[in-house]
């Protein structure tokens, strides 16, 4: 017999493995409604930052407001290969650590 202990709770999930979750609940705000903070700023003035979603990419999948860095095709291209090399060499070397 398995003891009752009170004021346990376990919740039941929003959906069981392999069902169709429901995210109606969350509130999604617009992309590039939250302000961009300037590079050099101190952790506690941007603390709410990390209580709320940033939404950087709009719809169409194109930077929106203050995120948007304006940034060339070619540095895009150059920045996606460096994190492409990045996970790569961090994937190597973790099996090499194995």
Not at 25 to 41: N, S, T
Not at 43 to 61: C, N, P, Q, S
Request: proline share 12%.
């Amino acid at each position: 017999m398995i003891p009752k202990h009170k004021g346990l709770y376990v919740p039941e999930p929003g959906c069981r493995p392999g069902g169709e979750p429901d995210f109606s609940h969350i509130e999604v705000p617009p992309a590039g409604i939250v302000p961009r903070p300037p590079i050099a700023v101190g952790a506690g003035e941007i603390r709410d930052h990390a209580f709320r979603l940033i939404r950087v990419l709009g719809d169409d999948g194109a930077a929106c407001g203050e995120w948007n860095p304006a940034l060339s095709p070619q540095v895009l291209h150059k920045g996606l290969r460096a994190m492409m090399l990045t996970r790569a060499y961090d994937a190597r070397m973790v099996r090499v650590q194995r």
